[in-house]
């Protein structure tokens, strides 16, 4: 069974960092392209970075290009989203995403890890 | 800035009755496009990708269409359980960009 288990959330003031985990289980980890997925209190999902399986190329949404790094670790089955110069607007529960053999829509998705920006 | 539009934001609809929502892409897709259904509190759920493929698991009454830069899910019976909030997401290269979201209710 897939498992993704986000991990490493918490309080942290603006302009300062944090990274969050998504521990992978369940299936070849290295063969899948993996994306974080954010949601801010009452609003709806937006993209935020993905990675391909490789871990070479890396995207980003322009909210966060600069500020987030997107990597993983094929040998420990985990992806990572390191997140600087935190703001307000950064405050969202962020969930790891992965497709299947068949599809890189986003089937499998973690529970989800709140980080809260604020003072 | 690549967009997806869906509409309506919301909408109030009778047990029983059929709904449809749009979503339409600012560059063409292809088919790659994705609906999402999610409940309050809880992860997404994929319902469709490729645009019409219907996951497995998923029932009967919900149906997606279109290619290119028009899209549509349409919920053929709405029922109780069927109160979300669903989302269509481009998945073809980036940005994987979201629609704002349609959320369900029952009329």
């Known amino acids: 069974e897939v498992q993704l288990l986000e991990s490493g959330g918490g309080l942290v003031q603006p302009g300062g960092s944090l990274r969050v985990s998504c521990a992978a289980s369940g299936f070849t980890f290295r063969n899948f392209d993996m994306g974080w997925v954010r949601q801010a209190p009452g609003k709806g999902l937006e993209w935020v970075s993905s990675i391909k399986s490789s871990g070479i190329e890396k995207y980003y949404a322009g909210s966060v290009k600069g500020r987030f790094t997107i990597s993983r670790d094929n040998s420990r089955n985990t992806l990572y989203l390191q997140m600087n110069s935190l703001k307000a607007e950064d405050t969202a529960i962020y969930y790891c995403a992965t497709g299947t053999t068949y599809s890189s829509s986003w089937y499998h998705w973690g529970q989800g890890t709140l980080v809260t920006v604020s003072s | ?107």
């Open chain 2, 1 to 107: 800035d690549f967009q997806m539009t869906q509409s309506p934001s919301s909408l109030s609809a009778p047990v029983g009755s059929r709904v449809t929502i749009t979503c339409r892409a600012s560059q063409a897709i292809n088919n790659y496009l994705a609906w999402y259904q999610q409940k309050p509190g809880k992860v997404p759920k994929l319902l469709i990708y490729a645009a019409s493929t219907l996951q497995s698991g998923v029932p009967s009454r919900f149906s997606g269409s279109g290619s290119g830069t028009d899209f549509t899910l349409t919920i053929s019976s709405l029922q109780a359980e069927d109160v979300a909030t669903y989302y269509c997401q481009k998945y073809n290269s980036a940005p994987w960009t979201f629609g704002q979201g349609t959320k369900v209710d029952i009329k």
